[in-house]
């Protein structure tokens, strides 16, 4: 039987295996958009019902306007890299919610928050852009998906099954993936490559929306600072340390440009 179940999964492994645009990676990712999105949007819409948006409108316009800027990039690119279908899926959604946690999310489709707690990190429009371009990275290169479909073949042993939002093994699957409480409404940390993968896309996505790049790096320094060597807040629970971070984001820097001016995409505007 363990033989059996081990063939299944290295044969589920090599069938399902998709490589992340730009970065070249491969992942495994047998759980389609169609079975993600609809639970997707409606988890957005709940979070928004039961959490205040800000009345903040400076900053809640500087959100929307960064998050347009870097998902009109990223659509771009899919649209000239044969992503059409893909870049159709997307409805992209950009909110300020008012809550003192240092947090930003983007759940799968392109549906965003920004907490207030992680504006004054932030600091200016490019550190906006950072994390937008970090979070959008995450849905952009699929890593919920990614978890989902390994915590498939973990729980289930290697059989894929129908994800949908009224099995409740179904629920418990999405709420592992993404981590989305009806009170809490935080993702859960991805995995360390998944981290530095997004880090590096991110700084990738802000540089072809026409943002400053070196502001990746600060955001992760002023995060360091605010920590202040306690116990880390919810947006930096996950590795690799901030220090590392700052040096992958700064040594990247050179060839996110060069991949930022080979991958961006004139608007037809």
């Not at 759980?31 to 928004?48: H, I, M, N, R, T």
């Not at 059409?84 to 950009?94: G, I, R, V």
């Not at 360091?224 to 901030?242: D, V």
Request: glycine share 8%.
């Amino acid at each position: 039987m363990k033989r059996l179940i081990a063939l299944v999964i290295t044969t589920v492994f090599f069938i399902q295996c998709s490589t992340v645009p730009i970065t070249g990676r491969k992942r495994l990712n047998f759980v389609s958009d169609a079975q993600v999105l609809p639970a997707s949007f409606a988890q957005y819409k709940g979070f928004l019902e039961k959490n205040k948006l800000s009345k903040d409108v400076s900053k809640t316009n500087q959100i929307k306007r960064v998050g347009k800027k870097i998902s009109a990039a990223v659509d771009r690119f899919m649209r000239a890299n044969g992503m059409k279908a893909e870049a159709d899926s997307y409805k992209w959604e950009f909110n300020l919610v008012e809550d003192k946690t240092v947090n930003a999310w983007c759940l799968p489709g392109g549906k965003v928050v920004f907490y207030t707690g992680i504006m004054p990190i932030c600091a200016n429009e490019d550190g906006v852009a950072a994390v937008m371009g970090h979070e959008i990275a995450h849905a952009f290169a699929k890593h919920g998906q990614e978890r989902m479909s390994t915590g498939q073949l973990q729980q289930l042993g290697g059989v894929a099954v129908a994800l949908g939002t009224r099995n409740s093994k179904n629920a418990q699957m999405w709420n592992m993936a993404y981590g989305l409480g009806t009170q809490v409404g935080i993702m859960l940390p991805f995995s360390r490559s998944h981290e530095t993968e997004a880090d590096k896309l991110g700084l990738v996505f802000m540089l072809m929306a026409g943002y400053d790049g070196n502001e990746a790096a600060e955001v992760w320094v002023r995060m360091s600072q605010k920590a202040g060597g306690k116990a880390p807040a919810e947006f930096l629970s996950t590795h690799p340390s901030n220090q590392t971070r700052i040096q992958t984001l700064r040594a990247f820097l050179p060839e996110a440009k060069r991949l930022a001016a080979k991958y961006n995409v004139p608007s037809n505007k």
